[in-house]
């Protein structure tokens, strides 16, 4: 059993440790990820630059522990699940719902907006190394949809790129300058449920396509 004095040390430990990656986060909102510089995160924390080696071994470790803890798209893996052997309905309805939470939340999460800035715009091996992960946890989601594009003239590993790519830009065009993208604000209510319905109608014309073009083939 542990003693008072060995609890509020526990608890002094997880406390610190907490701050610290609340740190990395207030970083990158202010400044971005060129202000995640060792000693820029001792003197907001307010503590020796040690702390950092000390809790996480290194400002690397550090910043690997903040993005797996603030990329979604891993909790999003999880929470977007399907059966062993899906039905058509079922796998089209979870990328709908899939692009369409990605595109709420990417808008309202500023230190997943800045984690995505920072993947495009540096060549870095942490960066890499998550996006590696992303796209291989993807990968078991997109494996589902195959069967169903077979034989059809739709790339829905394209589409879904292609959706993923114009959410990130307008949200950070929208964000960062409070500009339109083809006359869309996507600061405007009216604009986000505009884009919301889109990204339905184009999943859904894909689906309906590749199921009126595998029975033309097919003769079925």
Same mark, same amino acid.
């Given at each position: 059993?542990?003693? #008072?004095?060995?609890?509020?040390? /526990?608890?002094?430990?997880?406390?610190?440790r $907490? $701050?610290? &990656?609340?740190?990395?986060?207030?970083?990158?909102?202010d400044?971005?990820y060129?202000?995640?510089?060792?000693?820029?995160?001792? $003197?907001?924390?307010?503590?020796?630059?040690?702390? %950092?080696?000390?809790?996480?071994?290194?400002?690397?470790?550090?910043e690997?522990?903040? %993005?797996?803890?603030?990329?979604?798209?891993?909790a999003?893996?999880?929470?977007?699940?399907? #059966?062993?052997? #899906?039905?058509?309905?079922?796998?089209?309805?979870?990328?709908t719902?899939?692009m &369409?939470?990605?595109?709420?939340?990417?808008?309202?999460? /500023?230190?997943?907006?800045?984690?995505?800035?920072?993947?495009?715009?540096?060549?870095? #091996?942490?960066?890499?190394?998550?996006?590696?992960?992303?796209?291989?946890?993807?990968?078991?989601?997109?494996?589902?949809?195959?069967?169903?594009?077979?034989?059809?003239?739709i790339?829905?590993?394209?589409?879904?790129?292609?959706? &993923?790519?114009?959410?990130?830009?307008?949200?950070?065009?929208?964000?960062?300058?409070?500009?339109?993208?083809?006359?869309?604000?996507?600061? &405007?209510?009216?604009d986000?449920?505009? %884009?919301?319905?889109? /990204?339905r109608?184009? %999943?859904?014309?894909?689906?309906?396509?590749?199921a009126?073009?595998?029975m033309?083939?097919?003769?079925?």
């Amino acid at each position: 059993m542990a003693t #008072p004095r060995k609890k509020v040390k /526990i608890r002094d430990h997880d406390r610190t440790r $907490r $701050r610290l &990656l609340e740190v990395v986060g207030e970083i990158l909102r202010d400044t971005g990820y060129t202000g995640l510089k060792t000693n820029n995160i001792a $003197r907001r924390l307010g503590k020796d630059k040690n702390l %950092i080696r000390y809790y996480f071994h290194s400002l690397n470790n550090l910043e690997k522990a903040y %993005i797996r803890e603030n990329d979604y798209w891993f909790a999003f893996f999880e929470h977007f699940s399907l #059966p062993e052997n #899906p039905e058509r309905r079922q796998v089209q309805q979870l990328f709908t719902d899939l692009m &369409l939470e990605n595109f709420k939340v990417f808008r309202d999460n /500023i230190e997943m907006q800045k984690i995505i800035l920072w993947q495009i715009s540096e060549n870095n #091996p942490l960066m890499k190394s998550v996006s590696d992960q992303r796209e291989e946890e993807g990968e078991k989601v997109l494996k589902m949809t195959d069967p169903f594009f077979a034989g059809s003239d739709i790339n829905f590993r394209a589409l879904i790129a292609l959706l &993923l790519g114009g959410i990130y830009y307008i949200v950070l065009h929208g964000e960062t300058n409070k500009s339109t993208v083809s006359g869309i604000d996507i600061n &405007l209510e009216k604009d986000r449920k505009a %884009i919301s319905e889109t /990204i339905r109608q184009v %999943i859904s014309w894909a689906w309906e396509k590749s199921a009126v073009g595998t029975m033309e083939k097919t003769g079925k």
